[in-house]
């Protein structure tokens, strides 16, 4: 691939921007012309990179962008993006200055917040989410009386309007849609206690907006599956829409060696050669978000499955090859190889953990390529 010229590791991770497109567009058909998309691009877009994912989100059709913190979201707006941007974390009372300044929502979830922001807020006005806590037990108020506090106090300030109220599910990825319902309905009563309601009403994550058409409301935040990538194994067979995987993970061989039975790799000679074997050493490791506890699992070399040896080193990892295979053979972690895959779910399987977390545990120092239509269009490393 030509646009590996651009940096000088043999690891890379490679995402098609064409796959985010197609997964907006399969939750576009789904909830309808009537709902918004909000696309999640928190945590380096999952991994995936920031700038490119939300840029091609919203050529896509998304409205608007939501990150975790202010700072994510300064970054988009340094680079030029305009869109409405939303912060789901907490925010310090006194940044509401600098996060109304640049057009960015905040989400509050208690009267004293709006109190102690108030004289922060110079110019423009700040735009805020009101958090509700229906169950899934972070941050949010649980109660009308809470609800109503925040509103008067808000419809107190120029300087102050709510432009939404939300809510999370904690369960929407599971079969049993029990919690859900209960949750659905805590919100529903707590929205009709409002005097006004605002223009964005939103519940759904990546599972409910696939899952619970009654969980819509004006805007849905789209995360993990605008990634390709199911809420849960548990309801990854029952999706409505098609998703294709953004993401996959590739490395290649730099040394090869030939080692005789007996022969130890790697820290703690924690395996031990049964007869001549192939060795062959990948230049990725724990540094890279590929941790200690991937040795013995597979990756695809020459479209066949092999096994990692040995434990994983903070910059490297050995495999073992079927034959000699030269210096300079690609080798795929995750994603596709000549007629096989390697799923970032069962990587997370073999991790006992679930696909979010392995995306977002690639490394920034991993150099990103991002190709659209098939073609490479350029290269995002964090190191130039």
Not at 92 to 118: F, H, M
């Amino acid at each position: 691939m030509e646009s590996r010229n651009e940096f000088h590791r043999d690891t890379w991770v490679e995402v098609d921007l064409d796959a985010i497109q197609h997964n907006i567009q399969q939750i576009a058909g789904q909830i309808g012309l009537d709902v918004a998309i909000m696309a999640v691009v928190k945590a380096n877009a999952y991994g995936h990179g920031y700038l490119p994912v939300a840029r091609t989100a919203l050529a896509s059709g998304a409205t608007h962008l939501a990150v975790a913190f202010i700072d994510e979201a300064l970054f988009l707006r340094k680079q030029g993006i305009t869109a409405p941007i939303m912060v789901l974390g907490a925010s310090r009372p006194e940044d509401a200055g600098i996060a109304a300044a640049n057009e960015i929502q905040l989400t509050v979830y208690s009267k004293e917040w709006v109190v102690q922001a108030v004289p922060h807020i110079q110019n423009k006005p700040l735009l805020i989410h009101v958090k509700c806590d229906t169950g899934m037990g972070r941050i949010g108020l649980k109660t009308a009386d809470e609800l109503r506090e925040i509103e008067q106090e808000a419809a107190r300030h120029d300087t102050i309007k709510i432009e939404g109220i939300y809510t999370h599910f904690a369960t929407a990825d599971e079969t049993d849609t029990r919690y859900a319902d209960e949750q659905a309905e805590r919100f529903r009563k707590l929205i009709d206690h409002m005097k006004v309601k605002p223009p964005l009403i939103h519940a759904s994550n990546s599972a409910a907006a696939l899952m619970r058409r009654d969980s819509f409301f004006s805007i849905i935040r789209f995360g993990i599956s605008m990634y390709g990538l199911s809420p849960s194994n548990e309801i990854a067979d029952k999706l409505p829409a098609r998703l294709t995987p953004a993401l996959s993970f590739h490395s290649t061989v730099v040394h090869v060696k030939k080692v005789e039975p007996g022969e130890k790799i790697s820290y703690g000679s924690t395996y031990e050669a049964a007869g001549q074997e192939w060795i062959g050493t990948l230049p990725v490791g724990y540094a890279d978000g590929w941790i200690r506890k991937m040795q013995g699992f597979e990756v695809l070399i020459d479209g066949k499955r092999v096994p990692i040896v040995g434990r994983v080193c903070m910059d490297q990892c050995m495999i073992r090859m079927p034959e000699n295979y030269p210096v300079g053979t690609k080798v795929t972690l995750i994603g596709r190889q000549n007629g096989d895959a390697i799923l970032i779910d069962e990587v997370a399987d073999h991790l006992e953990t679930i696909n979010y977390e392995v995306a977002c545990a690639i490394a920034a120092r991993v150099p990103r390529i991002y190709s659209k239509k098939n073609k490479s269009v350029f290269v995002l490393n964090s190191l130039n």
